[in-house]
T-cell receptor, first 112, second 116 residues
């Protein structure tokens, strides 16, 4: 079955870059996503990348995908206190229909 | 963007009672909605896929008689937790997919259920 792993916690200073990592096991993943969850709230889609891409940039966000190593990362430039949240990576496997398999989540704490 | 709402946002019920949670797509019609469960400091686990006009598809290990799903219209899916017990206390989140947009799911704000 699919397995998506993330480190549990990341702490950065305001203004620094944050890099959140994710590893997955399903090599047939078609789309990979990054979601943000603030306390007590639902999930907000930040960005996604198709599996035939290596990189995608969207304003302060950069997604890197290494298909060979099944490794996905999210880089947040100029991290702000409002970026403090839990970040989930997720994947949709080929033939998985609409299903999303979520990672374990990384709590990002931004300190002044 | 597409908006999904949930009601109620919080509910406390006594053990043995049933609770209904609503998930609505506000500005689009959703033929498919999803129900997730999230325990504290854990990831989201897909419980079931709700299809308008047909039976829901449940994930392995989810009791369909306990978690009743009804998707009677293109904008509303309901999850009823029957005979709730304290172990059912959790954060329940729904999502919906905009028809024709296969890449994105839009999530509701979640419902915090506490069973006493």
């Amino acid at each position: 079955g699919e397995d998506v792993e993330q480190s549990l916690f990341l702490s950065v200073r305001e203004g620094d870059s944050s890099v959140i990592n994710c590893t997955y096991t399903d090599s047939s993943s078609t789309y990979l996503y990054w979601y943000k969850q603030e306390p007590g709230a639902g999930l907000q889609l930040l960005t996604y990348i198709f599996s035939n891409m290596d990189m995608k940039q969207d304003q302060r966000l950069t997604v890197l995908l290494n298909k060979k190593d099944k490794h996905l990362s999210l880089r947040i430039a100029d991290t702000q206190t409002g970026d403090s949240a839990i970040y989930f990576c997720a994947e949709t496997p080929t033939g998985g229909g609409n299903k999303l398999t979520f990672g374990t989540g990384t709590q990002l704490k931004v300190e002044l | 963007g597409a908006v999904v709402s949930q009601h109620p946002s919080r509910v406390i019920c006594k053990s043995g009672t049933s609770v209904k949670i609503e998930c609505r797509s506000l500005d689009f019609q959703a033929t498919t909605m999803f129900w997730y469960r999230q325990f504290p400091k854990q990831s989201l686990m897909l419980m079931a896929t709700s299809n308008e006009g047909s039976k829901a598809t449940y994930e392995q290990g989810v009791e369909k008689d306990k978690f009743l799903i009804n998707h009677a219209s293109l904008t509303l899916s309901t999850l009823t937790v029957t005979s709730a017990h304290p172990e059912d206390s959790s954060f329940y989140i729904c999502s919906a997919r905009v028809p024709g947009q296969v890449r994105e799911q839009y999530f509701g704000p979640g419902t915090r259920l506490t069973v006493t």
